[in-house]
Nanobody, 115 residues
């Protein structure tokens, strides 16, 4: 099992910044991909950004140039720096970890961007 504990999030005005962190513990070996997803009310959960153990990243088109995902393998932690936030970024953000045959989720953290 892998436990994912998210921190950060909160309320910010449009144009502001927030940073999320996700610490992984437990059977963390063989985790290949970590990422952030989000789910807004009435919408499906969507990928925001992902990063491999080797540092290869991918982003949703809607956040490219504004969000940055990073990973500290020594701390087993993945980060999401969110800049130039927009009201449409409002959602519950979930940390995700993938290892062969397994898919783990954090409990989610609320990000609210006011206009």
């Amino acid at each position: 099992q892998v436990q994912l504990v998210e921190s950060g999030g909160g309320l910010v005005q449009a144009g502001g910044s927030l940073s999320l962190a996700c610490a992984a513990s437990g059977s963390i070996f063989s985790i290949n991909l970590m990422g952030w997803y989000r789910q807004a009310p009435g919408k499906q959960r969507e990928l925001v950004a992902g990063i491999t153990r080797g540092g290869i990243t991918n982003y949703a088109d809607s956040v490219k140039g504004r969000f940055t995902i990073s990973r500290d393998n020594a701390k087993n932690t993945v980060y999401l720096q969110m800049n130039s936030l927009k009201p449409e970024d409002t959602a519950v953000y979930y940390c995700n970890a993938l290892k062969p045959g397994y898919n783990f989720w954090g409990q989610g953290t609320q990000v609210t961007v006011s206009s």
